[in-house]
């Protein structure tokens, strides 16, 4: 079974500031994913990446993957209160992700003004 | 938007009964996937379709069951509902063929059973 481990599971800290998530594994993905959930809505793909070492930049989002492509991060510049949300991380097994996801447990954030 | 409806979006149930979640999608894509949301557990997979009639198990698999007889719908069944089954259940579709999974999710069924 693959396991991701997210940290922090809370976070809040004040707009302007700069945060990083963590998604952790000792499996090996294909692709990582990244979700954003707010209440009551189902999550919404951020980005996917798939090459060992891959950066993708979103804005002020900014996502890596890990060399051995076993971890990821996300890294927020200048957080903003509509930063506010769940973030998931979501790994591929080896068939690529036709037999689903794996999902860690998600990291609550919250911007205040 | 992928175009994913469930139904209901709400409900409460007794122990004991049988729930039926639906979820359609109006763009003919081959994946589909349950999956329940829990505090503390994040988001598990409980059963996946790769086309009409062709299910397989995922992660909280017992206690349910899915059918899919149109590509269009995938269909939840909680045979006798407990109260470990109050959750938020999402459906999901995949449309970049499984090669790297991404998924598209449904708003989601809050199901409530006392």
């Known amino acids: 079974t693959q396991l991701l481990e997210q940290s922090p599971q809370f976070l809040s800290i004040q707009e302007g500031e700069n945060l990083t998530v963590y998604c952790n594994s000792s499996?090996?993905?294909?692709?990582l994913q990244w979700y954003r959930q707010e209440p009551g809505e189902g999550p919404v793909l951020l980005v996917t990446?798939?090459?060992?070492?891959e950066v993708k930049k979103l804005k002020r989002l900014t996502f890596q993957f890990g060399d051995a492509r076993k971890d990821s991060s996300l890294h927020i510049t200048a957080a903003q209160p509509g930063d506010t949300g769940l973030y998931l991380c979501?790994?591929?097994?080896?068939?690529?992700?036709?037999?689903?996801?794996?999902f860690g447990k998600g990291t609550h954030l919250i911007i205040q003004p | 938007d992928a175009g994913i409806t469930q139904s209901p979006r709400h409900k409460v149930t007794e122990t004991g009964t049988p729930v039926t979640l639906r979820c359609h999608q109006t763009?003919?894509?081959?994946?589909m996937y349950w999956y329940r949301q829990d505090p503390g557990h994040g988001l598990r997979l409980i059963h996946y379709?790769?086309?009409?009639?062709?299910?397989d198990k995922g992660e909280v698999s017992d206690g349910y069951s899915v059918s899919r007889s149109k590509t269009e719908d995938f269909l939840l069944t909680l045979e006798s509902a407990t109260s470990s089954q109050t959750s938020v259940y999402f459906c999901?579709?995949?449309?970049?063929?499984?090669?790297?999974?991404?998924?598209?999710f449904g708003e989601g069924s809050r199901l409530t059973v006392l």
């Open positions: 379709s790769y086309g009409v009639k062709d299910t």
């Open positions: 763009e003919n894509h081959r994946y």
């Open positions: 499996s090996v993905f294909s692709s």
């Open positions: 990446v798939v090459t060992g070492g």
């Open positions: 999901a579709i995949s449309v970049n063929r499984g090669d790297t999974g991404e998924l598209f």
């Open positions: 979501a790994g591929a097994g080896s068939g690529g992700g036709a037999d689903g996801l794996t």
